[in-house]
């Protein structure tokens, strides 16, 4: 079946540094690769998406990759800082474009 | 900041009980959809709508059931709450007319049967 795996499910940083989470997708037909940010006691919130048309996108401190013929992605953020810290979703369309597959999250810790 | 709200947002019941969990909207999105999430964090589909008098199951098998009487109201039901109900619920919409299905996530609703 349709499938998004996430890794690592876990990721601790320096204040600083950079951060990396990847996912692949199993569905080809998959078009549409959001990234959500959840934190305590809220619910996930989009900080970043990326088409199938295209390969990279930037919004400041997070980038976000795409490799079709891979069927994978990435989330880039450089510079964390502690308010980066939080649980972090990929997606993918599912083969009807009618839903999202979430990804098991990535608990991301930022320590100053 | 998207206008989807969850009400009650944390909620402590015992066994047997009826529960009704709620989520509005103001946005106009026709696409609404429940969510799951357990302790380990993951998301999962349980209910979804396409609009007014539509409701589908989603992936995950749920006892709870849902109505959509309203666009703007998508209320979630247990008849009889047991303590496997336990877990955090999201509510989300979004906008068909759009073409890629970015949703939009209310804040949740923590739910404990004891």
């Known amino acids: 079946g349709e499938n998004v795996e996430q890794h690592p499910s876990t990721l601790s940083v320096q204040e600083g540094d950079s951060a990396v989470i990847k996912c692949t997708y199993s569905?080809?037909?998959?078009?549409?690769f959001p990234w959500y940010k959840q934190e305590l006691g809220k619910g996930p919130q989009l900080i970043i998406d990326?088409?199938?048309?295209?390969g990279e996108k930037k919004d400041q401190r997070i980038a976000v990759t795409l490799n079709k013929t891979a069927k994978h992605f990435s989330l880039h953020i450089t510079e964390t800082q502690p308010e980066d810290s939080a649980v972090y979703f990929c997606?993918?369309?599912?083969?009807?474009?009618?839903?999202?597959?979430f990804g098991k999250g990535t608990t991301l810790s930022v320590s100053s | 900041e998207a206008d989807i709200y969850q009400t009650p947002r944390y909620l402590v019941i015992g066994t047997g009980k009826k529960i009704t969990l709620e989520c509005s909207q103001t946005?106009?999105?026709?696409?609404m959809y429940w969510y799951q999430q357990d302790p380990g964090m993951e998301l999962h589909l349980i209910h979804y709508?396409?609009?007014?008098?539509?409701?589908e199951k989603g992936d995950l098998s749920s006892e709870s059931t849902v109505s959509r009487i309203r666009t703007e109201h998508f209320p979630l039901t247990l008849e009889s709450a047991r303590p496997s109900h336990t877990s955090q619920y999201l509510c989300?919409?979004?906008?068909?007319?759009?073409?890629?299905?970015?949703?939009?996530f209310g804040p949740g609703t923590r739910l404990t049967v004891l």
């Open positions: 989300a919409s979004s906008n068909p007319g759009t073409a890629y299905n970015e949703q939009f």
């Open positions: 709508s396409y609009g007014v008098n539509s409701t």
């Open positions: 569905d080809s037909a998959s078009n549409y």
């Open positions: 990326i088409r199938s048309n295209v």
């Open positions: 946005m106009g999105h026709d696409k």
């Open positions: 997606a993918a369309t599912n083969q009807a474009g009618t839903a999202l597959i």
